[in-house]
């Protein structure tokens, strides 16, 4: 599986932007898929998760009610909403997948096996 993130930009506190991951390969709907950010110095943190069907959801505190993951199966595209962003959201973006589709969602980056380039994110105050 190969995936390939878009959709980073340098917007303002408080606009939206919306990330996508297109991957690659049949299996991609059987896979449980995540968002994982990165800010300068500072360890890769997770930030949302979504399960195979889209029917369970997790999110890391720091943006409940902000942001939003998605996906479109038929597209083999995974989304990340973010509205209302904050300086603190600055980060370079990662997708990523884990074939084996656990439940609980993982939060943590080691049992995902497919990663994306990273996609940048500054939000300016």
């Known amino acids: 599986v190969q995936l390939q993130a878009s959709g980073g930009g340098l917007v303002q506190a408080g606009d939206s932007l919306r990330l996508s991951c297109a991957a690659s390969?049949?299996?991609?709907?059987?896979?449980?898929m995540a968002w994982f950010r990165q800010a300068p110095g500072k360890e890769r943190e997770f930030v949302a998760a979504?399960?195979?069907?889209?029917?369970?959801?997790h999110y890391t505190d720091s943006v409940k009610g902000r942001f939003t993951i998605s996906r479109d199966n038929a597209k083999n595209t995974v989304y990340l909403q973010m509205n209302s962003l904050k300086p603190e959201d600055t980060a370079v973006y990662y997708c990523a997948a884990d074939p084996r589709a656990p439940l609980p969602l993982r939060v943590r980056p080691e049992p995902y096996e497919y990663w994306g380039q990273g996609t940048k994110v500054t939000v300016s105050s």
């Open positions: 390969g049949r299996t991609f709907n059987t896979y449980s």
């Open positions: 979504i399960t195979w069907n889209g029917g369970t959801t």
